[in-house]
Each structure stands twice: as C-alpha cells, then as structure tokens.
C-alpha cells in the first residue's frame, strides 16, 4: 500500500463505503491467488497493510461492515469433520440500505433499469431480516436428501443430520407441484427464550457458556451429535431458493407463499409494495415490532417481486441487483473499562465482568457487561475462534470499547477500540486463585473432548464463602426448595451474620429467634442511616415497623416449616451437584425413588472409585457426566455430612409414579426407531413419557410398543420375532392421542 493514502478521518461514509469495497475486492482477489491458485501476487506485508486499513475502517464505520465481512472470515469456514458441500448456485449476500434515500436509490435504479417498459409497474416484496445463520436444503422428488451450510458462499457443510432435527423443515414436502428438484434456502435462528432457557439449564448445573442466540445457533448446528441438535430447538424461516429445476412461482411472493404451502415456516410479516414509501411504512412497522418478535432480526429485505424480471436485471459484484437489505441503526456506543472484577458463581465459575463508564445505550444506561471467560478476554470463544476479527484482541484495563444491546436485551462488547488503548494498558491476567476464597482456581480438561473448559473454577467447593452464599441461594430458590421470604439479600444477611452456614442451618432459624432478629433489625438500622445520609433528615424508628418485622418472621419461619417434606426430585435438585438441572434431578428421583437409596448408591460409587456403571443402574438420557458428578459429589466427606445433618431436619417425600389411567400407551414401554418425520426423536420420547409410557433404546422381551419409522433395521426385526406390536409414526400418534 502506498504510504500517502488519506487519513479514515476525512471519509464521509459515502466514500468510506466505496473504499471498503474496494479494499475487500482487493484481499478478496489476493486471498484467491494465494490459496486456491497458490500464487501469491502481493507481498505478506502489503496483504497486512491491506487488511489493517479495511479493519480500521470497520471500526470506525461500524454500520458499514459487510455481511461477508473478510474479519468474519474464519468463522464461516468450513470446521474439520463435515462433508463439504458445493452449492451449485453460490449463496450470495445482499446489497445494504441504511436511510431512506438509499431505499429511494434502490427503487430509481429499478426504474431507470425498466426505464424502455414503459408500462411495467415494479412490485417489490418486504420482509424481516433474520439474524441467524443460512441453510441450503435440497430436496429431490420432495424428500429432503441433503443440507448445507453457507459457508463462503461457494462451499458449505454438509448438516443434513442436525438440520433434520429443525422442526420448520419438513422432511418430505406437503402437498403437491413442487420441483423434481429444489434447494430451499432460509434462514436458521435461536429463539431468545430458547437461548435464556438453554443459558439457564447451563448455568444451574455449571455447564458451558453462550454468548449470543446466533452464535449459539451456529454451535448447535456444527454438533458431531444431531441428538444434540434437536435439544436446542431450532427455528428455520424459507425466504429464498438456489439450483432448481422449475421456478416454483412466477413471483417472489408466491414462491415464499408455495414454501408455506409445502410445510416450511415462512415470516408472516412479508408484504408486496410498490414504491419506496410502502416499502418504508414496512420497515418501520417491522422496527416497531422488533422487541416483540422474540427472535433476533437486523433489518428487511426488499427483493423485486417479478422472477423473470429479477433475472433481467441480474447481478453485479456477487449481489442481486433486485434486492437490498434495509438495516435497522445498530444500537452501539463507545464507553471505557474502568476496571475487571471476578464473581464467583454456585458451582465456582470464575465469570469477569467489565465495569465500564456508563452509557446509554438503546434507552437504558450500561455499566456492566459479562466477560464471559478467560480466553473470551484474550479473544478467542469457546470454539477458539477469535471473537473479533481475524486477529484475536484482548480485552483491557483502559480500553475504549464499542458496546451494543444484542437483540434489544444483552449488553455486550462488539469492539475494542484499538487505535485508543493507552500506552500503557497491559493484558489483563486472569486470576489462577479465587478471589474470594484463595483456592487454586483451574480449568478442567473434559476427558472426552481433550479440550480444556472455557472457564476457570474455584476448588474451594463449601469453603469458599462465594460458592457456599450462591449454593444457598440456589437452594432456597423457585425451582429447588422455594422457601418464601428467603429471597438473594435475605441469604446474604444470614449467611454473614454467621446465622446460616449450609442448608441444615436454615431449618434451625427458629431455635434461633432472638440472633435472627437482631440481625435484621441491624439491617434495617443500617439501611436508615444511609437513607439519612442521602436525605440529611433524622427518622424515628416506629412501633409498627417492629411489630411488621415480627409478623415477618413468623412468616418466614411458616414458610421454611411448609418445606420440611420436599417432593424428591426437587430436593435433589437444589443440593445444587453439577450437571444436575431441574430434568435429571426429575429422572434420578424417578429412578431412585427414595432419598436413602440414592444416598446408599452414591456412597457406594464413591467407595468402588470409577466402577460407575456396576454401582449406578443403567437409566435412559443420564450419561457418564452425570453419573461422575454424583459420585464425585458423595466423594466429599463434606458434602456428605452437610447432606446428612440436613436430612435431620428434612424428610423429602419418595417419588410415587403416577401412571396416567387416561392414555393407551400409559405404562407401556415403547421403543423408536427409523427415522420419524413428524416428530423428531426428543419430541417422541417426551411426548410418551407425559403419557405415562417409558422409553427404552433397545428392543428386549419387556418391549410393549415399536414405532418403526422408514429404515428401521435390527430393531424391527427383533420386534417381529419376539411378537411385539409394531406401529409407524401416524399409528402412534393416533394411539397417542386417545
Ligand atoms: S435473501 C440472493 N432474505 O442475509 C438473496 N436473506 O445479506 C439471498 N438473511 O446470507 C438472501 N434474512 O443469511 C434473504 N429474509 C431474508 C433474509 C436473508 C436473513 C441473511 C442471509 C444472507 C444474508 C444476505
């Protein structure tokens, strides 16, 4: 690059645009020869200039940055272990529109394009930009045989398996007069409650990290495991075609509308429109409702509706010419971190957050902002893929960084300001010790993957102060014990006024009556002082506060008796083991059925060391990780004994099955095999145990039921010889439904 290029500063966005392009066209080129020709024709340290400047641009013209984005490169790139897939028409971006005038250009361009039909009136459509990931389906005489994904346009993975899970793509078409072959391509997406609850679960049993609904979505869909796949329920949207052997409407609109037609989930918010100003009332109907969607979208999509028009106007650069994506204003503004504090969460956790100037963003001000891990503050995610741009960039001290409300909801860092940083900001060291308690904090090496976890934890289990408040506050929570009136502040106090020091203590507050309430009433005295620090006015303390204050003592004391008799599963639940959620606390209850046996077993499995299998029964759905977590927990001499003094004062029920009268299937046990199209495997299993049935994996003399779906193997022959009653997919669900 030549040394007397312009400085970003004098660009207006305009030309900042026009030299973006040109930059990308430039390494893109450059990028060809070097890897597929295997000539390269600049030097590395031109590249490297290159490649600084069209970063720098990005950074100081965020809304500018390309769909296809060279610093996103690395991670569209196919990851070892798929097939890839050649798309035999590439899957392309689209042209961006950020203000009105652009939609208005886009329009003219059209009309100037048409300009000789003097008669022809251009129809446009408008729809929801989804901020997921795009997939290619193929489907050969309307049986989907293969899916890909993106990739870089030209090559993709094949993810067949895992897109089978989706339950928008069906996996024979509906209906009729479809293509003998057709890609459909959309887009897949993460719901955000999906992306909360998978959070949630992950947290309550100290499991991995997700950063943002579409980069979880994109982990989901690389899984070696489909199963995998299927439990993170994802959505698909049909918006768009490639190869196909018959356009499938005359019209952009009625393709999407056949797409519905044929099983897909299409977005119900697509319109026609005929001028820029319909085009605009869409875009911002589709702004208004944004929040309320409950899925990430960045902008709307216009496409000229007329196919044989589109192909007239053709494409330009690797873009239609006939569609342009309107983008929403990213929500995003500059702040500095002031300072990295650690929180040590339930299980250990390590987990940074950035204390940062505040600032508005999207309407609410941002002080704080999750770190996530370790390796996400020197700049590479769970995947060890660098999180911002090609080259990893560490998070620090001093750092002005660009900030942003993902999805309307979760502040967090895009960018860090390079050209910024003070001279002597320094990488941040993450702590080896924890914070709180002074224990060797670790990464733990997951034995089946090799891989170190992405976070560190504190060893120090219940002698960490940190670990022991959060275990407490966990059990005493909504879905564990849900003891009212013993809410996060009430935890804290009790726990540092010494009054509770593990669950067992919390049944013994009564005993207790005259410490307890002397520590709230200090609470409460402190809590005025600084009222009348703020205020500058002096209160009296009157009677009836303290006689509320008795009332609510009894109240509490009420509500932890009401729980001395937990339902089991619950219980189990909120001892608060890692990897045991809400679902296997449930499973182990039902497989344990009494506190004592599953006490008796985990002692048991602590003292064989390692011989799981031979001490733990082999239960459906519970894997290794589970069972290790368990006798890990039984193990410690500790937790044992802080089990044992609390089950003094706690009796949790034994689970009782209920079998629902109702249903055929109830008490039956069912096995699945082939593949079922209707339901995916998860849905099948759930559905059968809420009826009452239990799902087994093999077939064996004590089988009552096989739903045998197409390519069923082994299993339906053994079914047929041992005379078991052997149903498909649509007899289930008839037999289901009675
Ligand atoms: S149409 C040739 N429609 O945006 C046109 N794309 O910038 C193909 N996207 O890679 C794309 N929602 O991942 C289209 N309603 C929509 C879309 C959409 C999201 C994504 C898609 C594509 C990128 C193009």
């Known amino acids: 690059m030549s040394g007397d290029e312009r400085e970003i500063e004098s660009f207006s966005e305009r030309e900042a645009r026009a030299e973006i392009d040109r930059l990308h066209g430039l390494l893109s080129a450059a990028d060809r020869a070097y890897f597929e020709q295997d000539a390269p024709d600049i030097t590395d340290a031109e590249y490297d200039a290159m490649k600084r400047r069209y970063q720098a641009f990005e950074i100081a013209f965020p809304a500018l940055k390309r769909d296809d984005s060279l610093s996103d490169k690395v991670a569209g790139a196919p990851v ?31 009309r100037r394009f048409f300009e000789r039909d003097k008669d022809l009136k251009l129809a446009f459509t408008a729809e929801p930009k989804i901020d997921g990931l795009s997939a290619s389906l193929r489907y050969e ?19 067949t398996a895992n897109l089978r899970t989706i339950s928008d793509i069906p996996h024979k078409l509906w209906g009729s007069g479809w293509p003998a072959s057709i890609e459909i391509r959309g887009e897949v997406y993460m719901t955000m409650a999906e992306f909360e609850a998978l959070k949630a679960r992950s947290a309550a049993v100290g499991g991995q990290e997700y950063v943002n609904p579409r980069n979880t979505a994109a982990g989901s869909l690389r899984q070696k495991d489909p199963s995998v796949t299927a439990s993170r329920n994802l959505k698909f949207f049909a918006y768009a075609w490639g190869a196909t052997t018959a356009d499938p409407a005359p019209t952009q609109y009625e393709a999407v509308q056949k797409f519905g037609e044929w099983g897909f989930a299409i977005s119900p918010l697509m319109v026609r429109a005929s001028s820029a100003d319909e085009l605009i009332a869409q875009y911002k109907k589709i702004e208004e409702l944004r929040s ?44 500095t971190v002031r300072a990295i504090d650690i929180q040590v969460g339930r299980t250990g956790t390590l987990a940074p957050v950035a204390r940062l100037a505040p600032v508005g963003v999207g309407g609410v001000v941002v002080e704080n902002v999750t770190l996530h891990n370790e390796d996400y503050i020197a700049g590479i995610d769970s995947n060890g893929l660098p999180i911002r741009g090609d080259e990893p960039i560490d998070v620090r001290i001093g750092d002005t960084v660009v900030i942003q409300r993902a999805g309307d909801v979760i502040p967090q860092i895009v960018r860090v300001v ?11 060291q993450f702590p080896h010790v924890c914070p709180v308690c002074g224990s060797p904090a670790t990464r733990e090496i997951n034995e089946k993957t090799g891989k170190e976890d992405s976070r560190r934890r504190c060893t ?20 564990a014990m849900d003891i009212e009136g013993l809410g996060q502040e009430n935890i804290e106090l009790l726990f540092n006024s010494g009054l509770v020091k593990t669950a067992a203590d919390i049944f013994t507050l009564r005993d207790r009556r005259t410490e307890v309430q002397a520590a709230f009433a200090a609470r409460r005295e402190e809590q005025s002082r600084q009222r009348e620090a703020a205020s500058g006015k002096t209160r009296k303390a009157t009677r009836s506060v303290e006689e509320r204050s008795f009332e609510g003592l009894d109240k509490l004391f009420a509500a932890i008796d009401a729980r001395r008799e ?45 011989e799981l299998h031979e001490v733990f029964p082999s239960v459906n759905g519970l894997g290794d990780t589970v069972w290790e977590a368990l006798r890990d927990f039984f193990e410690n001499e500790r937790n044992v004994a802080v089990l044992d003094s609390l089950l003094e004062q706690v009796k949790p029920k034994d689970y009782v099955v209920t079998v629902s009268a109702t249903s055929e299937v109830a008490g039956k046990t069912v096995v699945f095999t082939g593949s079922l199209e209707k339901l995916t495997r998860g849905e099948a299993k759930a559905m059968a145990e809420r009826l009452g049935a239990k799902v087994a994996g093999s077939v064996s003399k004590n089988t009552d039921i096989l739903v045998a779906g197409p390519g069923a193997g082994s299993k339906l022959k053994d079914a047929q010889a041992l005379g078991i009653l052997v149903v498909d997919e649509d007899q289930w669900l008839e037999m289901a439904a009675k």
């Open 460 to 479: 120090g289990e219940l002698i960490c102060a940190a670990q022991a408040v959060e275990q407490l506050k966990h059990f005493v929570s909504r879905g």
């Open 80 to 110: 070892e272990g798929f097939n890839k897939v050649r798309h035999a028409v590439p899957m392309l971006s689209l042209a961006k529109a950020y203000s009105d005038e652009d939609v208005a250009d886009f329009i003219e361009r059209g």
């Open 418 to 428: 390079l050209e910024k940083r003070p001279a002597d900001a320094v990488p941040y």
């Open 292 to 335: 309320s969607l409950g899925y990430d979208i960045d902008g709307v999509v216009y496409k000229l509706d007329n196919l044989e028009l589109q192909r007239r106007w053709g494409f330009s650069s690797g873009e239609p010419r006939w569609a342009v994506a309107h983008k929403f204003p990213a929500e995003q503004a500059f702040t």
């Open 141 to 159: 005489n309307g049986v989907f045989v293969q899916g890909a994904t993106r990739g870089d346009g030209t090559v993709g993975e094949d993810i």
């Open 566 to 610: 937990p339902e089991l599963d619950r219980f189990i639940f909120a001892l608060g083991i890692r990897h045991i959620g809400e679902t296997t606390g449930a499973v182990l209850a039902k497989t344990f059925s009494s506190m004592a046996a599953l006490r008796e077993r985990g002692l048991e499995a602590a003292a064989a060391g390692g």
